[in-house]
């Protein structure tokens, strides 16, 4: 097989996309090129940087092999008349452009983003850099450490008295990569609507911040709704929050976050009389107990298997997960089961390597070419090239098509007579969500869509409330939930009466999504699952993510992030090396927030086809599997030498010194990386020769040497980054192109020069919390996405009456009986003017709606 050809049901095909991405963000066309697009690599003679990065399997580098899979390669010399000739000739055929080439390098062979659009203006150029396009730090150098350090993940990782510890694997480059997938997409769209293309600027370093481990957005239950901002300066010992047990023949990781999940471990443990309080359903007085409650776990645990631990927890209704290392990840029975590996080849060998991210109409969404060789395509994509078009024949997007929401995508006027608006940069306007997600990813998958316009209603039910409204102090809105949910509005439906499940089904009727991360089979349970609501509108999507899958033996297991972390092999990579329970991952909530961006571009791609088909579809994430793929060149290395993984290990091809290094000052610190004899030996020109040889050294000649030297370099570093602090360090060393950063803790980043020139935060205030929040704006800087409004996130059922009255038509008598029986709930929050927008227009104007006017959009029946 020598092309990518696309499979005809993938949602993207038609669209192409060029990727410049050398390093970095290449998962970016990757995700598109699963999703369907031609992706079209663009790289020098000879092959781009990446194919020689880390880590390696001999000469093969096991990030260009998964990284490139589905895409074609063509070579050019951009730098010659003729390589910037071909590109053009490309150019003159895609819809999106992804690069990672730094502030003013295409600039300065005239193909930097203005000179792109001014001679294709429907282009969309996705530039993804360390630190964007302006800024004080645009032109820093930056490593996947720096930016962990730089955006707020180091100081929260670790243990107390210990010196912060890196994550394992790539999660900031692959957060960013995601990140700049859903913000290109999302502007495409936003092109179809208005025929106009422009620039796409993604900053890594705020995709960290942003994604990764977000101090501004959602946080995890078992924080309370507390926002990342507010914690504590060190790192304090989070391992309570996720408790790790040994077992007789390993570990397990459980999760114990609601009244009713206690109860459960409590009837586990025999009911003894010193945990009966009934104060200890609160997860707060839990937390402070646990020097009495987890010693009686882990004794409990101590005698049994690790199956007969998870056997157990399900039966008692205790979320579980095994704590599984590199090697059991590999042939995991989940795994396994879900087809979520396949083989490349490496030379005369196979790697396992992860097959995709998502499921489209249950079908997966992988590998169906091989990374392929530097130019393997560049006679291939000529030919198309210089093949004249047949009349019918187009390229999807490569013309203005008609807009994905015109102007009054919703015929008529709100009650009041204001008219409906189309704002700029809002390509989802005119689009209805469904929202019945749940904690961090179902609240994160939503509020993408509802901050780019759409009309996204959070459907939720007092009897099973959302976790993230939990509070510590038990205040009606918690800063975690105001995050999660701005911008929505709030329907309370109990979905398990026969009443309930009726007007939801209406509600599907008149539209375009409907969101979940219920356990698999809840939905059909209630007899709202993806085919009977297909039955109610043919052109609904519905996304539904999981944490293992919804088929395989673990498809009915309760998952949170850290269960997830645990059986994908993070979270024993995630510790101290010389500490079998260090384990340090507890206070991340990492894939939640990453899960929810791909989530929302498959998404997207399906309501992009449905353009083209007129049918809806169903996406499918697991979790599990996006942390897989993230880790993908990694669980290659593994397969290809066992044993090779383990946790602060250095991978074949990494160079020395690379690491964490002590500052002036209380449990200060500066990330250090170098890649390659160049930046060497401008470490060794800054420090100077007594502390360091250059690579005139033989000691030092190469990466390989200064590896097997690290202890002794890592000491005369560290003895100059102690003079100094965190930022003084950070400043000198990028002077000289060193790429270094100070850590950073969450608070710092309201500060941060950088951020605040770019504009990363805004305020958000609610009427029912104290003091206005810091958040996050949109997902990049662009001329095609507007800022993100700042509407106040729901009380349950707040916006009850407005929906079914605006959009089913229901008076306000049959309102009120439906409130009666307690099917509908309604809510009486503060005085609060419904924000212009909201679902308030007359049944007869939202029936109006058609496909011509809002492609997006689906036609009410």
């Not at 042939?331 to 992860?354: C, D």
């Not at 007899?527 to 109610?536: D, H, I, N, S, Y």
Request: net charge neutral; glycine share 12%; charged share 20%.
């Amino acid at each position: 097989m020598d092309t990518a050809g696309p499979q005809p049901s993938l949602p993207l095909v038609g669209v192409r996309v060029l990727d410049l991405a050398d390093g970095g963000a290449e998962t970016t066309g990757r995700l598109l090129a699963d999703l369907g697009a031609d992706v079209v690599r663009v790289e020098p003679p000879g092959g781009a940087a990446s194919r020689r990065h880390a880590p390696l399997s001999g000469t093969t580098s096991l990030y260009a092999l998964t990284h490139g899979a589905n895409k074609r390669s063509v070579t050019a010399d951009l730098g010659t008349d003729a390589g910037r000739g071909l590109l053009w000739r490309l150019v003159a055929t895609a819809d999106l452009l992804v690069t990672t080439a730094r502030p003013g390098e295409l600039e300065a062979v005239g193909l930097g983003p203005d000179a792109l659009l001014a001679r294709r203006p429907e282009l969309v150029v996705v530039s993804v850099t360390d630190f964007g396009r302006t800024g004080p730090y645009r032109d820093w150098a930056a490593t996947e450490g720096v930016h962990l350090a730089l955006g707020g993940v180091l100081a929260r990782s670790g243990l107390p008295g210990r010196p912060p510890l890196l994550p394992p694997g790539f999660p900031a480059t692959e957060s960013a990569a995601a990140q700049a997938a859903w913000a290109g997409l999302a502007a495409y769209a936003e092109r179809l609507r208005t025929g106009q293309g422009g620039l796409v600027d993604v900053s890594v370093l705020e995709a960290t911040a942003q994604v990764l481990d977000p101090g501004f957005g959602i946080s995890g239950t078992a924080l309370g709704g507390t926002p990342a901002f507010r914690g504590p300066r060190g790192r304090p010992d989070a391992r309570h929050l996720y408790p790790i047990f040994r077992c007789a023949d390993g570990w397990v990781r459980i999760c114990i976050l609601s009244g009713r999940q206690w109860q459960g471990m409590f009837r586990w443990l025999g009911e003894p009389a010193e945990f009966a309080d009934p104060e200890l359903a609160a997860i707060g007085r839990r937390f402070a107990a646990v020097d009495r409650i987890y010693p009686a776990i882990g004794r409990l645990f101590a005698p049994l298997r690790r199956e007969e631990v998870l056997a157990a927890a399900r039966a008692h209704g205790v979320p579980a997960a095994p704590l599984l290392g590199p090697a059991e990840v590999l042939v995991g029975e989940q795994f396994q089961a879900r087809g979520a590996f396949t083989e490349l080849p490496v030379g005369q060998r196979r790697a396992t390597v992860p097959d995709g991210f998502v499921e489209i109409d249950g079908i997966r969404a992988g590998i169906r070419l091989p990374a392929a060789a530097a130019g393997q395509h560049t006679a291939q994509v000529l030919a198309e090239l210089d093949r004249p078009a047949a009349p019918t024949e187009r390229v999807e997007g490569a013309e203005p098509a008609e807009p994905v929401a015109a102007a009054g995508a919703r015929a008529g006027e709100w009650p009041d007579g204001e008219a409906i608006p189309a704002v700029r940069g809002r390509p989802f306007t005119g689009l209805r969500v469904l929202d019945l997600g749940v904690i961090v990813v179902g609240a994160e998958l939503g509020r993408l869509f509802a901050d780019l316009g759409a009309e996204v209603i959070k459907i939720e039910n007092r009897a099973f409330p959302d976790g993230s409204r939990q509070s510590l102090d038990g205040s009606a809105m918690s800063p975690g939930f105001a995050y999660g949910h701005r911008n929505k509005l709030g329907l309370g439906l109990d979905l398990r009466s026969p009443e309930g499940a009726r007007l939801f089904r209406r509600l599907v009727a008149h539209s375009d999504v409907v969101l979940s991360n219920f356990r698999p089979g809840t939905l059909e349970a209630l007899g709202l699952g993806p085919r009977e609501l297909a039955r109610v509108n043919p052109r609904i999507i519905v996304a539904d993510s999981s944490a293992f899958g919804s088929t395989g033996p673990w498809a009915d297991r309760m998952g949170y992030g850290p269960l997830v972390r645990a059986a994908a092999g993070l979270t024993a990579l995630w510790r101290y090396p010389d500490d079998p329970d260090g384990y340090s991952d507890a206070s991340t909530i990492y894939p939640d927030h990453v899960v929810a961006r791909l989530s929302a571009t498959a998404v997207l791609a399906m309501l992009l086809a449905r353009r083209r088909t007129g049918r809806g579809g169903r996406v499918s994430v697991a979790q599990a599997e996006v942390m897989l793929g993230q880790l993908a060149p990694l669980l290659a290395l593994e397969s290809l030498a066992p044993g090779a993984l383990a946790p602060e290990v250095d991978l074949p091809g990494a160079d020395a010194p690379h690491g964490v290094y002590p500052c002036a000052g209380d449990d200060e610190w500066c990330v250090v990386t170098i890649r390659g004899d160049a930046e060497w030996d401008r470490l060794v020109g800054l420090l100077g020769d007594a502390a360091l040889a250059g690579s005139d050294d033989p000691r030092f000649a190469d990466a390989a040497a200064r590896r097997a030297r690290r202890a002794g370099i890592d000491a005369a570093l560290s003895a100059w980054t102690r003079g100094r602090t965190p930022r003084q360090a950070a400043a000198e060393l990028q002077a000289v192109g060193v790429p270094a950063g100070m850590m950073q803790r969450v608070v710092n980043l309201i500060d941060d020069p950088h951020l605040v020139e770019r504009g990363f935060l805004r305020t958000l205030r609610h009427p029912c919390l104290a003091e206005p929040l810091p958040t996050e704006g949109g997902p990049a800087v662009s001329t095609l996405l507007a800022d993100p409004p700042s509407r106040p996130a729901p009380l349950p059922g707040q916006h009850s009456r407005d929906v079914l009255r605006g959009i089913l038509g229901l008076t306000d008598g049959e309102i009120d009986r439906l409130v009666a029986d307690g099917v509908v709930e309604i809510a009486r929050p503060p005085a609060q003017r419904l924000p212009a927008g909201a679902a308030t227009a007359t049944a007869t104007a939202d029936q109006t709606r058609t496909a011509a006017a809002a492609p997006l959009s689906a036609p009410s029946p």
